[in-house]
């Protein structure tokens, strides 16, 4: 009975198949799940490493180094290594801890933009040197303006390039109390305008008289009116020499408030025109100035109700 019971016992064969994935499974998921979480955190630190100061980056780099030495004492990257009170930084004002490097990198900064306005004055200043130059050149080589040399004298000021155009008793810019430009004159004033056209910066002109009192038919005319209309006269001479119009700034008689002479009030040199390149600097003042009058302007009275 026995024997009988094992003939009858099942036999089992497996089977292998050839070929195919054989026995990995999904292993590999998992590996590459890994690498593109590792991409992912390296794009993402170099992401935050670009859009961090430089300041902040020499903190970190300092903190792997020695960990322990910036925790324990301060430094770079934990506050400051100069700093009063630990992992207070600089600026003993700050409620919340260090003073990171960023923001005294953002002080560094300021001072390059000053230091950039700086550098756009002087080559500034060297321009006008060169325009200076230039309008001496020009005299020399013209006969007739080689003539009027001793009467026009250049120099720098803080406001820019002056040129002024004096008055010799023989050879007046204008005759006595008129506003009409001499002949002679006229080709000196047509020439700077040429030459003024030729770089960018504005111009103000200025009318000046001498001391003595001036008396004229018309009623309440006076040497402020004859300064201000000899710089008036100049200006059109210059912009038909081809000084664009847009370029005047300022044109205004000063009448003998600011004599070249001093010592002698009533001297022809007093009576002259000064033509001034203005720099930047000036040309921001005298803006600023009109926008302040502007907004200091009272509102125009309102229009009374017709009757």
Do not use: C
Not at 146 to 168: F, H, N, P, W, Y
Not at 199 to 220: I, W
Not at 292 to 299: G, V
């Amino acid at each position: 009975m026995a024997g009988d019971t094992k003939k009858l016992q099942p036999i089992i064969v497996k089977k292998v198949k050839k070929g195919g994935h054989g026995a990995h499974g999904g292993a590999w998921k998992i590996a590459y799940a890994d690498f593109v979480t590792a991409m992912m955190a390296f794009f993402l630190l170099m992401w935050l490493l670009g859009s961090t100061t430089e300041g902040d980056r020499k903190g970190i780099a300092d903190y792997f180094s020695s960990p322990l030495k910036i925790a324990m004492l301060g430094g770079s990257g934990a506050g400051d290594a100069s700093s009063v009170v630990k992992g207070g930084g600089k600026d003993l004002t700050r409620q919340d801890g260090q003073v990171k490097d960023g923001d005294i990198e953002a002080a560094k900064r300021l001072y390059n933009l000053k230091a950039l306005k700086e550098e756009q004055r002087r080559a500034e200043r060297s321009r006008l040197q060169e325009l200076k130059q230039k309008v001496e050149e020009k005299i020399k080589l013209s006969p007739a303006l080689s003539a009027l040399g001793g009467q026009i004298k250049l120099d720098m000021t803080k406001e820019g390039l002056r040129i002024q155009i004096v008055d010799e008793g023989n050879r007046p810019m204008f005759d006595s109390g008129s506003a009409v430009v001499k002949p002679y004159m006229r080709e000196l004033l047509q020439e700077l305008g040429a030459v003024l056209a030729e770089v960018p910066n504005r111009l103000t002109v200025e009318g000046h008289t001498d001391a003595k009192p001036f008396s004229a038919g018309e009623r309440g005319y006076s040497n402020w009116e004859l300064s201000a209309d000899r710089a008036n006269a100049s200006r059109r001479e210059m912009v038909a020499g081809g000084l664009p119009e847009a370029r005047m700034l300022r044109v205004q008689g000063l009448a003998s408030s600011k004599l070249l002479d001093t010592q002698a009030p009533e001297s022809p040199a007093n009576r002259r025109i000064s033509i001034i390149v203005m720099n930047r600097d000036a040309e921001d003042a005298v803006l600023k100035n009109l926008g302040d009058e502007d907004e200091a302007a009272p509102p125009a009275p309102a229009a009374s109700p017709p009757a």
